[in-house]
């Protein structure tokens, strides 16, 4: 069964933008730790951007930090994706932060997460 719903991916030349959407399926992520993933052909999924229900807090992996925002309001997740490149090309997923007990409140680690989505594609040609 499919968790989330991620949409607004595309092709875009390098330089361009994107802003994509996820929303909960037959549930709601208000309260729940978020973040988003991707996959590039032939790699494993990353971590890109994580933030906390509130939206106070954010964390970016290095490869994307002052390009993407992550933000959230009572019912979406975003990513605004800015000056894209061509190895920000994968599929982008979204998901919630199940922490165990005790874990810390933040983690971009892909197995403290669940309710994925199907991924939306973002292509960035050169």
């Known amino acids: 069964q499919v968790q989330a719903v991620e949409s607004g991916g595309g092709l875009v030349q390098a330089g361009g933008s994107l802003r994509l959407s996820c929303v909960a399926n037959g549930r709601t992520f208000r309260g729940d730790n978020m973040a988003w993933f991707r996959q590039a052909p032939g790699k494993l999924r990353e971590f890109v951007a994580y933030i906390t229900w509130s939206g106070d807090d954010t964390h970016y992996a290095d490869s994307v930090k002052g390009r993407f925002t992550i933000s959230r309001d009572s019912r979406k997740l975003y990513l605004q994706m800015n000056n894209l490149k061509p190895e920000d090309t994968a599929v982008y997923y979204c998901?919630?932060?199940?922490?165990?007990?005790?874990?810390?409140?933040?983690?971009?680690?892909?197995?403290?997460?669940?309710?994925w989505g199907q991924g939306t594609q973002v292509t960035v040609s050169s």
């Open positions: 998901a919630t932060y199940r922490p165990r007990d005790g874990a810390p409140y933040y983690s971009s680690h892909e197995s403290d997460y669940a309710y």
